[in-house]
Structures are given as structure tokens and as C-alpha cells.
């Protein structure tokens, strides 16, 4: 459409308006070459001339629209520049400049130029064209959004993350044996879980966009209601896309609730730089900050400053099962507020991988992989050594779409822990069966 567009501003430009120079044997030959569709050998023709013949009214214009239409609106825009700059009410070669910033993406400036030309004295075609690009331009600043509801019922054999060892020695004490309290061991039980949350990008020009979102997460068990939870997030930035690279930077927010009080607050925010290395596969970078706090008063050494820095890639595989795998890693730190208490703050590395692919008509298979070391910054003042923790996480289920927007997700995850201070070590195993509707 934008290049029937095009020939319509061209050939109502070159009819109805004129520049008034003087004509030449190789400006009618470009004129000639133009009117047969061939611009590419029109800006051949023109480009050599362009040291001698630049400022020149009549050679600009053509040079400027040849360039455009043989694929260069850069050297267009340069030339139709000098046009205006002699004649700035030459509404043809407003309206050619218009053209080249809309090729180029910059859409606030080629919207400007549109208005500037669809305001002066122009034949009907001619405002038509104008018309129809304007539309174009206003189409390309549509608000996204999209919504998710979706209700889970499970059962975890570690409600509380805790270790399944009911004694343990504490050095500080001569190596005592203490009986662990009944919250401090494994506790499991069946559960329901409540999620939902929205999403929306707006573009505010071409390249830049507003974006943001906001999501809740419930999850209720059955009788250890003690480690009920919740978590209530947000986000607010703006992205920047061009070609093939896109920025986006969010301020990020949430509320962590166990058993219906506040149990720690999160603010920061995340900068990723996206890069598609092809049609098929994207790169990215990312850096994330987070403060810490805990909002109970016996909790608040716990406050801390957390930093992370990655790298992922994802690449989408073509055929009947069109697989999809992306890799990640990071590493970062984590520090306490307080320096008193360093063996609460640690450095965290670690890295990510998943698929998905079809198995069958609606049906998708997907799956992660998820190993985390984490080294601590002090000895324990209670087992006197160093922790070092190495997690592991694994998830495999299927999204299956029944009906338009609805869809059945049934999911197994498995976390094992492993530490050097045998009461933070655990294993836990997560089964359960969503229903969501997508909006």
C-alpha cells in the first residue's frame, strides 16, 4: 500500500506543481526515468552530479525523490532539505520529505511535514495520499493489552521450604543437639492458588513506548494456613525499539505477604537492551537493582540492596513442532543494610534454560532447568562455618488450549537445596492443574 501511496504523491506532485527552473537534457531524462517507475536508474543518473548541481531547486527535488524510491531516504532527506531551504513553501517537496522521514520510522517528524502539507492549498489526490499516511501513522500508535485469571489446585510436599531433619548440632553451643520446632520442619499439604494480572504497551512515537503492568499471586493450603502467601507486583517504564535493538527500562515494585501480613517490600527497577540477531533468534542484556526491606521490626536486619547482571538468547526453531529454547546467566550480590550481620548478605550466580514445543494441535509442551549457587559473606554465629547453598529447580508441563482464550495447564516442579548448614537443605516437589483464561 505505501509504495501505490507513493507513486500517487509522486506523479500528483510532478503534474500539478512546478519548480520553475530551468530545465536540462539530464533533468528530463530523470523526469522520463521517473515516470516510468524506474527510479533506481533516475538516482544513478542524478547522484554522480551532486557536487556540482547541489542547491540547485529543480535537481534536488528529482535527486530526492529518486533516492527515496530507490531505497535511500537518508540522502533523500538531505536533498529535499536544501529544496526547502530555498523554497519553504514548496509544498511538493514538503510533502516528498514527509515521505522520507515516515520510511525512516521517524513518525512525530513525518507526521509534522503531513499536517504542514495537508494545511496549504493542495489538490484533492494530493490530500488524499496525505490523508492515508496520516491514518497510517495514528494505526501505528495502537495501545496493547492484555489480561490473564487463572485458578490452580496442587499439592506440595514443602510448604515451608524447610529441611526434613527434626535434630540438629549447633557449635556454638559444644555441637548440643536442639530439636527443631514443629514450623521449622517440613510441612506439606494440598493447596489452591489464585493468579491474575494485566499488561499494556502505548506507543508514544515511532520508537518509544509506554509500558507497564501489575500482577497478584495467592497461594491458600489447606491446613498449614500459617505459610499462606502472596505477592502483589508492578511495573512502569518506557521501551525504545529500532531495526533490530530495543531498550527498555522499568520501575519495578512488590509487596511479599505470609500469612496475610506484610512480610518483605521490594522497589528497583530493570534495564535490558534486546538484540535480534536474526528473524529467529534474540540476545539480550540485562541489569537488575532491588532494596530490600522487611517491614516487622525484628526482621528489619534483614534489610538489603540486591544487584544482578545477565545474558540470554532464545531462538525460535522452524518445522511441524516449531521449538522454541532459550538459555540465560547472571550473577550478582546481595548486601545487608547492616554491616553487622554479613552472613545474611551473599553473591548469587547462576543460570536458566527452557523449551517448548508442539506436541499436537493446541497442545504445547514446555520445561526449565535452573541451577543457583549462592555463597554467603560471613560465617553463621551459630554453626560457626561459611554457608554455601547450590539450588536446583526443574518444571515440565503442558498448555493445553480447549476453547478460544481458555486453557487447561497441568505442571510438576521439583527444588532441592543443597547447603553447607544441614537446616537450610530441603527437597520439595510442587504438582498441580490450572485453569486460565487469557483476555
Not at 308 to 322: D, P, V, Y
Request: hydrophobic share 40%.
Amino acid at each position: 500500500m505505501h509504495r501505490m501511496v507513493a507513486s500517487a504523491v509522486v506523479a500528483s506532485c510532478i503534474l500539478l506543481f512546478s519548480l520553475g527552473a530551468a530545465a536540462d537534457a539530464v533533468t528530463d531524462r530523470a523526469k522520463a526515468l521517473l515516470g516510468r517507475g524506474d527510479a533506481q536508474a533516475a538516482y544513478q543518473l542524478l547522484l554522480p552530479l551532486e557536487p556540482q548541481r547541489a542547491g540547485d531547486p529543480e535537481y534536488d527535488y528529482l535527486l530526492g525523490i529518486s533516492a527515496l524510491d530507490a531505497g535511500d531516504p537518508e540522502r533523500a532527506v538531505f536533498a529535499l532539505e536544501r529544496v526547502l531551504a530555498v523554497q519553504p513553501g514548496n509544498l511538493q517537496a514538503r510533502a516528498e520529505i514527509a515521505r522520507a522521514y515516515y520510511v525512516m520510522g521517524e513518525r512525530d517528524t513525518a507526521q509534522r511535514e503531513f499536517e504542514s502539507v495537508r494545511a496549504g492549498d493542495v489538490p484533492a489526490e494530493v490530500r488524499a495520499s496525505v490523508d492515508r499516511f496520516l491514518s497510517a501513522i495514528a494505526a501505528s500508535r495502537a495501545t496493547r493489552f492484555n489480561a490473564y485469571v487463572e485458578i490452580a489446585a496442587g499439592y506440595d510436599t514443602n510448604v515451608n521450604a524447610a529441611t526434613a531433619q527434626s535434630q540438629v548440632a549447633v557449635p556454638f553451643f559444644g555441637g548440643a543437639l536442639f530439636q527443631l520446632a514443629p514450623g521449622a520442619l517440613r510441612l506439606e499439604d494440598s493447596f489452591s492458588s489464585l493468579s491474575a494480572g494485566f499488561a499494556f504497551g502505548t506507543d508514544l512515537s515511532a520508537q518509544w513506548s509506554l509500558v507497564g503492568g501489575a500482577s497478584y499471586y495467592g497461594k491458600y493450603n489447606r491446613t498449614v494456613t500459617l505459610f499462606d502467601m502472596a505477592s502483589y507486583d508492578g511495573a512502569l517504564g518506557l521501551r525504545w525499539a529500532r531495526d533490530a535493538n530495543a531498550v527498555t527500562a522499568v520501575l519495578q515494585g512488590q509487596t511479599y505477604n505470609v500469612d496475610d501480613r506484610r512480610y518483605r517490600d521490594s522497589l528497583g527497577g530493570t534495564l535490558q537492551w534486546q538484540h535480534n540477531l536474526s528473524e529467529a533468534s534474540q540476545v539480550s542484556l540485562f541489569l537488575q537493582h532491588a532494596a530490600l526491606s522487611y517491614p516487622d521490626p525484628t526482621q528489619s536486619i534483614r534489610d538489603a540492596h540486591r544487584s544482578i547482571a545477565g545474558l540470554g538468547l532464545a531462538h525460535a526453531f522452524g518445522g511441524e513442532h516449531s521449538p522454541v529454547v532459550f538459555i540465560s546467566a547472571y550473577g550478582g550480590a546481595e548486601r545487608q543494610d547492616d554491616e553487622s550481620v554479613p552472613h545474611l548478605g551473599h553473591t548469587p550466580i547462576g543460570a536458566r534454560a527452557g523449551a517448548q514445543t508442539t506436541l499436537a494441535n493446541h497442545v504445547i509442551l514446555f520445561g526449565t532447568l535452573a541451577a543457583e549457587q549462592r555463597k554467603y559473606d560471613g560465617d553463621d554465629p551459630l554453626f560457626l562455618v561459611r554457608r554455601d547453598d547450590k539450588q536446583f529447580d526443574a518444571t515440565l508441563g503442558i498448555n493445553y488450549t480447549f476453547a478460544p482464550k481458555w486453557s487447561l495447564r497441568p505442571q510438576a516442579s521439583y527444588t532441592e537445596n543443597r547447603s553447607s548448614i544441614e537446616i537450610f537443605s530441603y527437597k520439595r516437589t510442587v504438582a498441580q492443574v490450572g485453569l486460565r483464561r487469557d483476555f
